[in-house]
């Protein structure tokens, strides 16, 4: 699978190169890309630089279209869409996929908020905003048992406490460090998420 920063995915087969599917989101989703002209945040101005996330027979992506496709779930073997959801502007984070809360969710740190998408079905399951200038929220998010931790150049490193109640999610920082102002980002995996 391989990302260009305007927004276009698309599968390869290893054995010799030929592209299998391909998807833009543009196109595709309504994502808006200006360049490096204006004011636009995240993706729309830098370009989809969070590469997509694959794992179980599932693909996620962060398509950052506003028109309910921030976040999108494909079949990886065919590009066949299996769901869209959110109405966010990609950062520059990659989508992250774990269980939190008992639930398995995409967490994806988006240009004005990191949102957590229940896995299977793309439902919106938590919401909590972190606007800053630019949007460069790079940092693929790490995931807990009931915390998510994240960081940008002007939030900082931080920790998000989240407690579920039925269908209800609440979410808190829990820390804070300004200091550790996180501006690159490679994800690590702890164990099996």
Known sequence: FAQSCRGKLA?????????????????DFGAVFVGEKGNSQGAMRHGNNGSPWVAAGWLWASAGSTNG??????????????WTSGNEV???????????????QVVDFMADAAVGFEAQTGRV???????????RHVMTPLLLPDRVILGSHQTGLLCLQLQRD????????LWKSLEAAPNF????????R
């Not at 399951?125 to 949007?135: E, G, I, N, Q, V």
């Not at 980002?185 to 099996?192: E, N, W």
């Open 90 to 104: 990609a950062a520059y984070a990659a989508p992250m996929v774990g269980t939190v809360g008992g639930v398995r």
């Open 166 to 173: 039925g269908d209800r999610w609440s979410v808190s920082e």
């Open 125 to 135: 399951l938590w919401r909590h905003p972190l606007k800053t200038a630019f949007s």
């Open 69 to 82: 496709a921030g976040v999108v779930a494909l079949a990886p073997a065919t590009g066949s869409l299996r």
């Open 11 to 27: 599968c390869f087969r290893a054995a010799d190169g030929q592209a299998l599917w391909t998807v833009d989101y543009t196109r």
């Open 185 to 192: 980002s490679c994800p690590i995996l702890v164990g099996d």
